[in-house]
């Protein structure tokens, strides 16, 4: 919708610029003014088309209760009420195409439920503008205002986005699912422990000398799992060196309770890994716990220093 909107703009942009042509058409030849028709036409089709195919991209995104709010007669009058403004009064043709550039952000913004009153917005703008007089360094506050709130308002929408996404019947059966399944697993093997965290892990051999560090490369070779058993990644069998704090963050809690030569079973929850978002690709749904048997095959291999 942003460029469709930002397309509209430029259309009333072209406006601006087409209030000189009384003057030019005196002088008109007869290869200007078929330049002229032919640009008319064409340019007519070319934003007619771009328009046309950004409208249906808009519409078939849109659920199928909001589709009937939108329809191309009612966008044909707004766009022949923009081609027929009076282009004489420049003033009121740049008003309209900044007020055009308020109304998409008003419009994105209150899709959200933080919401602008347009009263209150306007008159505001109103007062800003109409000062005759601005402090050196006003601008620069009120923008980074501006954009301290906008920072705000967006943790705040992830956070109901998030909310909403672990309230999912997906998310709440993963979750419920992972839950169970570690606690199955607990119940049988008293080896089993879990951290403060929430990790929950079995430590078959810890390996020897010093524990592994977040600011260490290892090597390691891993396979993770569902709690279906469904493998959705593992390493080569001869393992694969990375940095061991760019791991999800149960994987990396694991990995430090380890040392050279050590092996362990990681019982990862959603938390810990990757959340109510998953990896779809991965086929690792939200709120998905994750298993890793993980053996350190070496830490900061001596190929990888030079």
């Known amino acids: 919708m942003k460029k469709f909107l930002l397309a509209c703009g430029a259309a009333a942009m072209m406006l601006s610029v087409a209030s000189c042509g009384g003057s030019a058409e005196k002088g008109a030849t007869d290869e200007t003014k078929s330049l002229s028709d032919s640009l008319s036409i064409v340019g007519g089709q070319s934003m007619g088309l771009e328009i046309n195919q950004q409208w249906q991209m808009f ?7 909001l589709k009937s709010k939108y329809n191309k007669k009612d966008f044909l009058r707004g766009f022949q009420a923009a081609l027929k403004t009076d282009t004489t009064n420049q003033s009121y043709i740049m008003g309209f195409n900044v007020g055009l550039n308020g109304w998409n952000f008003a419009l994105r913004q ?3 439920p933080v919401r602008i009153d347009l009263n209150t917005f306007y008159k ?9 007089s601005i402090a050196p360094n006003e601008v620069g506050l009120v923008q980074s205002k501006f954009q301290s709130l906008m920072g705000r308002i967006q943790e705040a929408q992830m956070k109901v986005a998030q909310e ?3 309230k999912s019947p997906e998310a709440v059966a993963n979750k419920n699912a992972g839950e169970a399944y570690v606690k199955k697993m607990k119940e049988a093997d008293s080896a089993i422990k879990t951290s403060d965290s929430g990790l929950s892990y079995k430590i078959e051999n810890a390996g020897q000398g010093d524990k592994v560090k977040s600011s260490d490369r290892v090597k390691i070779r891993y396979t993770g799992k569902l709690v279906d058993g469904t493998v959705f990644d593992e390493s080569p069998a001869d393992g694969v060196t990375l940095p061991a704090g760019n791991f999800v963050p149960g994987f990396t809690e694991g ?3 380890l040392a050279k030569g050590g092996k362990a079973t990681l019982y990862i929850p959603a938390d810990l890994a990757y959340g109510v978002d998953g990896i779809p690709q991965a086929g690792i749904g939200p709120n998905s716990t994750l298993v890793f048997d993980v053996d350190v095959l070496d830490v900061n291999p001596a190929e990888d220093k030079k």
């Open 59 to 65: 519409i078939n995104q849109q659920p199928d209760s």
């Open 110 to 112: 209150n899709a959200t």
């Open 124 to 132: 505001e703008f109103e007062k800003s503008f109409m000062l005759d």
């Open 164 to 166: 909403a996404k672990a």
């Open 255 to 257: 990995l430090l309770m």
